[in-house]
């Protein structure tokens, strides 16, 4: 196997690595929603120990939950600070470096580890352990370290594997090229108001939620406690605050900034590799997968597809002209069967 060779970032390698760093962060609006969700219950917990009627001593223990209650925000709020700091300065210092590595053979195996890592063996003997940069999966593109639960690849087939250095003996990965699939096609076009809305059905979907339920807590809460100016009066208030502020935080500024893209991008190729992991969905876990496309994942959270490997497909996402690799997802289909082997 060839030695690693060294080059330059190239400018999509900069913009994906700003990209990474954005992802990284602590979402503001789950930051804004944790704060008052905390702040409300610590409101909570005063309010009943002062409720008429209330038993000695339950004043002290409300209390004593509304203070623990605030030192556990507390606790988290700098907890995360401390994680967003050490991976903005793991981005920092790969900008400074301004240099990336590649690992060219033909892998015999790709391995999901622990962390989110993929362990790849290429020429049947050299061993490199990468997070992947997962993009383009809405609504905060380009993140890195979801845990990964199984790997399907092209076997036996050459391999173009470009990573960025890190300290750790786990790399960051750019984007992984398979040379002898057939050749992929970029195309791109003005994006027009109903690709837009295309690309916003999920946020839309999920405000849905939010507000249905906020609506059965306040109105259920408020109904028990007979419309009356008081606790359940409160309850509900806080929920349709709660409701705003994840609108306002969390999906407006989603909206808006898919009213900020100009150009409808389209790649068509086969699929190299897909990237398969659990999430949580209420009480059950659901299946989510990233396809490789042109050595870059695009992520199928919200969507429809049945592509599998070595399937020839066309992946569309909204961006602006400077910056292709980053944006949302519209759709990805396939549009031809893998050819018989």
């Known amino acids: 196997m060839p030695a690693p060779t060294s080059q330059p970032l190239t ?4 913009e994906m690595l700003r ?8 979402p503001a609006a789950g930051l ?35 203070l623990v209650t605030l030192l556990l925000g507390v606790w988290l709020f700098t907890h995360r600070a401390r994680i967003d700091k050490r991976l903005a300065q793991a981005t920092r210092e790969a900008l400074a470096k301004n240099s990336k ?4 053979g033909t892998v015999d195996h790709v391995a999901a580890l622990p962390g989110g890592a993929l362990r790849y063996t290429v020429d049947g003997q050299f061993h490199i352990d990468v997070v992947p940069v997962l993009g383009l999966d809405a609504p905060r593109s380009h993140a890195v370290g979801r845990p990964l639960t199984a790997v399907r690849h092209l076997a036996q087939a050459p391999v173009e594997i470009e990573c960025v250095a890190r300290n750790s003996a786990v790399h960051l990965l750019l984007r992984t090229r398979y040379p002898m699939a057939r050749q992929a096609t970029r195309s791109e076009r003005p994006a027009t108001a109903r690709d837009r ?4 059905r999920s946020d839309r979907r999920f405000m849905g939620f939010v507000l249905a339920g906020g609506a059965v807590l306040a109105i259920g809460t408020a109904w028990a406690d007979g419309f009356r100016a008081g606790f359940g009066l409160f309850m509900a208030g806080y929920a349709a605050a709660i409701c705003a502020l994840v609108f306002a935080v969390g999906v407006l500024p989603q909206l808006l900034r898919a009213r900020r893209f100009t150009h409808l991008h389209a790649v068509s190729g086969p699929v190299t590799e897909i990237l398969t992991a659990q999430v949580p969905q209420g009480k059950h876990t659901a299946e989510v997968q990233w396809f490789r496309v042109d050595g870059q994942l695009f992520g199928a959270l919200d ?14 996402f909204l961006g602006n002209a400077r910056a292709a690799d980053g ?5 990805l289909q396939r549009s031809a069967a893998a050819p018989p082997a």
């Open 303 to 316: 969507l429809k597809t049945d592509a599998q490997l070595g399937n020839q497909v066309t992946v569309e």
């Open 19 to 26: 990209r990474v760093d954005l992802a990284s962060r602590t």
């Open 101 to 104: 590595f590649t690992v060219t």
């Open 327 to 331: 944006g949302r997802v519209v759709s």
């Open 11 to 14: 400018p999509d390698d900069v």
């Open 32 to 66: 804004a929603v944790l704060a008052v969700l905390l702040a409300g219950c610590a409101l909570v917990f005063v309010v009943i120990g002062r409720l008429p009627g209330a038993p000695p001593g339950l004043a002290l223990a409300m209390n004593a939950a509304a």
């Open 197 to 200: 809305r295309r690309a916003g």
